[in-house]
């Protein structure tokens, strides 16, 4: 038979179950995506993930109890997760105004981007920000990749082709297929020296759109507390100065 407790010893136990029940409810498992952005989000060789992104959003569930795993996507395909609620925090986006119906973005930004105009060295490209003035030629850029509300409003009017990745893009402008590539400096120069293109590839000046890039969370009700949770633990790593750190360690820009 089972020894009967005493009222107290009962409360007491029942307190304690409660508290454990309370704990477990609050843990959570976020799945965390992106894709390969240079020192931002990064998977090394032995599964390990780096960069930027994954240390916030580790620090972030630290301070929040919460457990985090992540998962390495093309971009377009990370992107749909989110919007879709099959993820719960996407690392990295700029703002665009297709997006921001699509997902709801941190608070507080985490890096900062030029997206720039690459050319061959030679080919006499100049570019002065008149979008009218890139008619007829042919651009390359990034699946899925945002390049500002100008670009995309000039954008019918351009030649585009589409690249998967920084390496398909600089080969695209190498062998000539087209005649500027559409990036940032950030993903793009590390590939340039891989490459060994450096001298061979130029970038123009005069920069597309200064980009912020943020965190993202599906535009759900499900996922209003994990996102207000979020931006009170990361906008405390902002005003301690870690955010300053990181970005020193890895050497991105940030806002």
């Known amino acids: 038979m089972h020894r009967l407790l005493n009222p107290a010893a009962a409360a007491a136990a029942l307190v304690l179950a409660l508290a454990l029940a309370a704990a477990g409810a609050g843990a959570r498992e976020l799945v965390v995506v992106g894709a390969h952005f240079e020192r931002v989000y990064e998977r090394r060789a032995d599964g390990e ?12 569930a630290r301070r929040n109890k919460d457990t985090v795993r992540f998962e390495l996507y093309p971009w377009a395909r990370a992107q749909a997760m989110v919007a879709q609620g099959l993820a719960d925090i996407l690392v990295g986006p700029y703002k665009s105004a297709e997006r921001l119906e699509r997902m709801a973005f941190s608070r507080s930004a985490f890096y900062r981007d030029d997206m720039v105009f690459y050319t061959l060295a030679g080919a006499g490209h100049g570019w002065q920000g008149d979008y009218a003035a890139l008619e007829g030629k042919s651009i390359v850029v990034m699946n899925g990749w945002a390049y500002g509300a100008g670009f995309d409003a000039a954008r019918p009017r351009l030649r585009i082709s589409v690249a998967n990745n920084v390496e398909n893009g600089l080969l695209m402008l190498t062998y000539k297929h087209v005649a500027l590539f559409a990036s940032n400096r950030r993903n793009t120069e590390p590939v340039l020296a891989a490459l060994k293109l450096n001298g ?9 759109q200064v980009q912020d890039g943020y965190f993202a969370f599906p535009r759900r009700a499900s996922h209003d507390a994990i996102r207000a949770s979020f931006d009170s633990a990361f906008d405390a790593l902002i005003e301690s100065g870690e955010l300053k750190r990181l970005s020193l360690r890895y050497d991105v820009d940030i806002p």
Do not use: A, Y
């Not at 993930?49 to 972030?60: A, L, Q």
């Not at 061979?200 to 597309?208: D, K, M, Y």
């Open 49 to 60: 993930f780096t960069g930027m992104g994954p240390d916030i959003v580790r620090m972030v």
């Open 200 to 208: 061979q590839v130029l970038v123009l000046p005069q920069v597309i």
